[in-house]
Nanobody, 116 residues
């Protein structure tokens, strides 16, 4: 069984920064893709950023230049550094991994609220 533990969400003012973390734990993990998605109230879940085991990154257009995804493969942990946060970045942020053995696994989500 694999478990994802997310942390780092919270309340921040517009223009501020937050760093999200997601740590995967389980036996014989072989994670080839890690990513962050978000879902705002009344909206569909959308991709924010992904990173492969080879550190190839993909970003949604609305976060390019503001967010940065990184990973520590030894710890099976993915990070999302969020800078210049906007009101519209308010959402529940979900971590997702794709593992050779476990397939797709989602985290429980962490709330990010941008408000003045």
């Amino acid at each position: 069984q694999v478990q994802l533990v997310e942390s780092g969400g919270g309340l921040v003012q517009p223009g501020g920064s937050l760093r999200l973390s997601c740590a995967a734990s389980g036996s014989r993990l072989s994670v080839y893709l890690m990513g962050w998605y978000r879902q705002a109230p009344g909206k569909r879940r959308e991709l924010v950023a992904t990173i492969t085991s080879g550190s190839s990154r993909n970003y949604a257009d609305f976060v390019k230049g503001r967010f940065a995804i990184s990973r520590d493969s030894a710890k099976n942990t993915v990070y999302l550094q969020m800078n210049s946060l906007k009101l519209e970045d308010t959402a529940v942020y979900y971590c997702k991994i794709q593992d050779v053995g476990y397939g797709v696994v989602w985290g429980q989500g962490t709330q990010v609220t941008v408000s003045s």
